[in-house]
């Protein structure tokens, strides 16, 4: 299997994560007020991803919005009848809306809410790289900017990148693969396909620890192992499931455990509680010595989302998700051909 190829990749500033002032009862009901009449005033939906705050998740559902995977959000809008979506997540998802929907307004709650993935590959450097390598069919994971796209055959999620990679290794094709080293090592470990592996990270699943996690194992037997592929090999190696988020949502609700231990942001808990109310969750053990990600196992660029930046966005119609209309049509390409393949093989669909 290949190793992560020794590309000098931008040292990523991870912020700290943001402290919003506590609401008591009143006060978060008025503003929820507030909102859900903004959105009916702006012909505005919400879009969140399970990562952010339970409040803005269930404000999603109670607005007729939705609540997803990166995979899922990317066909909601398109779904959906509003003028205006809100993305509640991180940039690329709010891009990948736009990208789809070019004649709808996106706003998302902070623009710098990016990723530690899409940081570590700008599109020049990738670009560049690309170019050396010509031969190679261009795989790129959704958390990219625009401009990355724009230079790839295919987009993959997590929920799909496995039969994608399977097709293209069943045509003989070899691929470059960006930038989640560590998704892309368990694609090439399931599919034996051969990949050029970009050495980006995401900052928080590359906190979970292999050590640790077994002996959180030890002290509940019982309980399944859930994992994000963002996750390091020696995290997954100890998974009873591998998947995206929709597919650890799914895992919890089906499977008979009593409890699960589950490596991913914990913002997942508050659909798996919802869904599935009388399993036990356990985090997945983060940090330790070498830690590099302050946030223990919580994004600190999807928590830059919350009620109160929401309500600004939708009074002040910004910030709104702008992309040069070159790069947007260049880009919708390969997220078109992962919609269409998923849709061909029956991936995915609003399930949660
Ligand atoms: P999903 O596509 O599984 O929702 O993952 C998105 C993500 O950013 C995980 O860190
Ligand atoms: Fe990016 Fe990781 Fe945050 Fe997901 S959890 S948005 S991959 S930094």
Redesign the pocket.
Known sequence: MSSPLAIAIPSIQVPKHPVWPHLGPEEHGALKARIKALLAERDAVLVAHY?TDGDLQELAEETGGYVADSLEMARFGSESPASTLVVCG?RFMGETAKILNPEKRVLMPDLAAT???DESCPADLFGAFCDQHPDHVVVVYA?TSAAVKARADWVVTSSIALPVVEHLHAQGRPILWAPDKHLGHYVERVTGAEMLLWPGA????EEFKGFALDRVRRLHPQAAVLVHP?SPDEVVDQADVVGSTTQLIKAVMDMPNPEFIVAT?EGIFWKMHQLAPGKKLIAAPTAGTGATCESCAH?P??AMNALQNLEQALIHGAPEIQIDPAIRERARLPIQRMLDFARQRGIGGRKT
Do not use: A, I
Request: some cysteine; charged content about 15%; hydrophobic content about 40%.
């Open positions: 990562y991180v990723c530690s993935l958390n995401c900052v928080v699943h963002e942001d994004c660029w999807m």
